[in-house]
């Protein structure tokens, strides 16, 4: 994964220096799906204008059907939860499209772009807000941390797939 890291300026006083290095931009990915319920009502141009206002860039793109045994290995970590097959069955419920986005603090800022998992606590403006039928259909996925953004890419693309 690409990292830039910003340089303090040396013999600045030292509220500058602490200032450029919270200022320190991580370039990251994460994995992103536009989910069948978004898919199905014609959405996925509308959705991938939300990540690329918010800076995100679509590095890798492909538009599968997910079979249930990917959708429930990619979901296995809620396997105990009441909701799993409920989930899975949505999944493969028609075509989704799976997407690596690329940008500064990627992973966070796409999670800000989704809104809340439950589209009633939703700020305005997020896609969830904006197309979310409900809970379980909530148009989008997105990774939630470095180590499952780098699996669940890794689950979908192969390095060649992803482009800059
Ligand atoms: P996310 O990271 O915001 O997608 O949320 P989670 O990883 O917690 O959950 C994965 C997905 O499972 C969500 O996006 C929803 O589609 C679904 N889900 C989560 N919690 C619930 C729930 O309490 N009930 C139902 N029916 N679905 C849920």
Known sequence: ???MIVAPHSGMPG???????????????????????????????????????AGLRIVAQKRIRMSAEQAGTFYEVHKERPFYAELVEFMVSGPVVVQVLEGENAIAKNREVMGATNPEEADPGTIRKEFAVSLTENSVHGSDATDTAEKEISFFFAALEIVV
């Open 1 to 3: 994964m690409d990292s």
């Open 15 to 53: 509220t500058q220096l602490e200032m450029n290095f919270m200022e320190t931009k991580v370039v990251e990915r994460t994995l992103s799906i536009i989910k069948p319920d978004a898919t199905r009502r014609n959405l996925t141009g509308k959705i991938n204008s939300k990540f690329e206002e």
